[in-house]
């Protein structure tokens, strides 16, 4: 159990690796005449053995996951749309003159990958290798996975701020207030608006989501909606956000996670992103409460929080900006 979560951990970033990053276009081979283009990023090329790689990677890791997949061309073009967004943000790495990281940085965080899942880092290459990823590739995508960090760090983490006023509401707000340390384990679907909807582009996906949602409710399986269906940053991992106290939920979930009982479905929830549903998977009492300065605790929990929503607005600008064709034509 221990190695599946280590593999889904190194999928949520192994992709980069499998990008050509115009940081690494120097040591790149030539490609073969035969590898065909699947997309053009900014006139960029996706080749079709960059997506046959990736789409290998995450059938091992939601496989080793026991997940439910949906089809094949639905998983595929998932799977595209984030590759063209790390692509985007790599190429702006590059505009933006960001230098790769030290070997040592990266060394360190090997080190940390390895020692959260209580490995050695050789038994973390073992493992690797065991799955058919080489070290030196995934060395490769530990920087490009910190490049792309460092974009969105400047992109977004500099312009988020927390006024006082904003820091006494939440203090006195239900999630603020509430310092049980509780946690709760969500998954989540995102059906994505465009930048500035018209009214009928929002009935349309509201309408798609209340049926989606009702699906679900039917029993369809959530983890498989959400790989082929979910715009969010944890589509491919099947929507898990993972466990969260009530301060870190976002806020447009909060007032509805506390009534839901475990296995529980609730949506469509509407915010500027588009409309999101949400599954309570379990909730937990933590071991004992983390004493701490209420304000400060606070105002990580809202940084935190303002980041992750800025974050997929950023990612739809980004992309409209850009100049994107998909040749991929899947049935």
Do not use: C
Not at 95 to 121: H, K, N
Not at 138 to 158: A, L
């Amino acid at each position: 159990m221990k190695l599946v979560r280590t593999f889904l951990m190194i999928w949520t970033s192994i992709s980069f690796a499998l990008v050509a990053s115009p940081l690494h276009a120097a040591s790149q081979q030539k490609l073969p005449v035969l590898d065909r283009m699947v997309a053009s990023v900014n006139d960029e090329a996706i080749t079709e053995s960059e997506l046959n790689q990736q789409t290998q990677l995450l059938l091992v890791s939601l496989r080793q996951a026991d997940a439910n997949l949906p089809p094949l061309p639905e998983l595929r073009k998932q799977l595209l749309d984030k590759i063209i967004l790390e692509k985007l943000q790599l190429q702006l790495a590059k505009e933006q003159g960001i230098e790769e990281p030290s070997e040592s940085m990266v060394d360190q965080t090997i080190e940390d990958i390895a020692s959260r899942d209580q490995l050695t880092v050789h038994q973390l290459q073992q493992f690797l290798e065991e799955q058919g990823i080489s070290y030196e590739q995934f060395r490769r995508n530990k920087k490009n996975e910190i490049i792309i960090s460092q974009v969105q760090m400047r992109e977004i983490g500099q312009n988020v701020s927390i006024s006082d006023k904003e820091l006494q509401y939440f203090l006195q707000s239900p999630a603020g207030q509430d310092q049980s340390d509780t946690e709760y384990h969500l998954s989540h679907i995102l059906i994505p608006l465009p930048e500035d909807p018209t009214k009928t582009e929002i009935d349309k996906t509201k309408e798609k989501s209340m049926a989606l949602v009702k699906e679900l409710k039917n029993g369809a399986d959530f983890t498989k909606m959400a790989i082929a269906k979910s715009a969010g940053q944890q589509a491919l991992n099947g929507g898990d956000l993972g466990w969260r106290t009530m301060a870190s939920i976002p806020s447009s979930f909060v007032k509805y996670v506390a009534a839901l009982h475990v296995g529980e479905i609730y949506g469509p929830i509407q915010d500027s992103s588009g409309f999101h549903i949400i599954k309570l998977l379990d909730k937990r009492a933590p071991d004992q409460h983390t004493p701490g300065n209420a304000n400060a605790k606070a105002t990580e929990l809202l940084y935190q929080r303002k980041y992750e929503e800025m974050l997929i607005p950023w990612l739809r600008n980004l992309r409209a900006n850009a100049e994107v064709e998909i040749f991929l034509n899947e049935s």
